[in-house]
């Protein structure tokens, strides 16, 4: 049928300025896509501080809050940085965190010590117990971006320089079998 080649003509043309109309788009920034949302006003965004020292590691720097005597905290999880970064509380202290990644790159909330580690992709939020050290202060971090800086910790008493990456005091586990007599009996 004739009549179908003549309607490719229009077809090409459309589809070139398709294309064209595209090409621009992409010139232009994406930033739409990553406006701040109203939901969240009066936080402190934007403008880094540096980085803080947290168990002898680099952490990408968000800010310490005082969380003592408090029972829940919101966390937010950004591109390479936890906000805030360190959180100061009380020793035995237990805390639930409720988390929110408003980055675009998927992060995890881990720490090592206390079988935590929620897995969080972009726009995902989820919850996680934590529970401050007796003294110094425990590390939080994300799998992906650790070597980034993407870390914070747990402190008590302010005392960041003193934590341990999860080395000691894991060993009171053994210690109450001694009471149990282990003899076949009489
Ligand atoms: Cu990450």
Redesign the pocket.
């Known amino acids: 049928m004739p009549k179908a080649r003549g309607a490719l003509a229009p077809v090409i043309v459309t589809l070139s300025l398709i294309l064209l109309a595209s090409a621009c788009a992409e010139e232009r920034p994406a930033a739409t896509a990553g406006a701040e949302e109203p939901g969240s006003a009066g936080q402190d965004q934007g403008e880094e501080e540096g980085t803080v020292t947290i168990a002898g590691q680099e952490a990408t720097n968000r800010g310490s809050q005082d969380v003592a005597g408090a029972s829940e905290l919101e966390l937010e ?1 950004g ?2 940085y936890f906000a805030p970064t360190v959180l100061e509380g009380e020793d035995g202290q237990t805390l639930s965190v409720s988390l929110s990644n408003d ?1 675009a ?4 909330f881990t720490i090592d010590d206390q079988d935590v580690d929620v897995q969080l992709g972009a726009g995902e939020s989820g919850r996680a117990e934590v529970t401050f050290p007796d003294s110094g202060a425990l590390v939080f971090y ?5 070597s ?1 800086g ?1 870390l914070g910790g747990l402190s008590v008493e302010g005392d960041l320089a003193a934590a341990s990456g999860g080395s000691g005091g894991g060993g009171s586990g053994g210690g109450d079998s001694e009471d149990q007599p282990s003899g076949p009996g009489y």
């Open positions: 999880v591109d390479f980055g790159a998927p992060h995890t994300c799998r992906f971006h650790i980034g993407m």
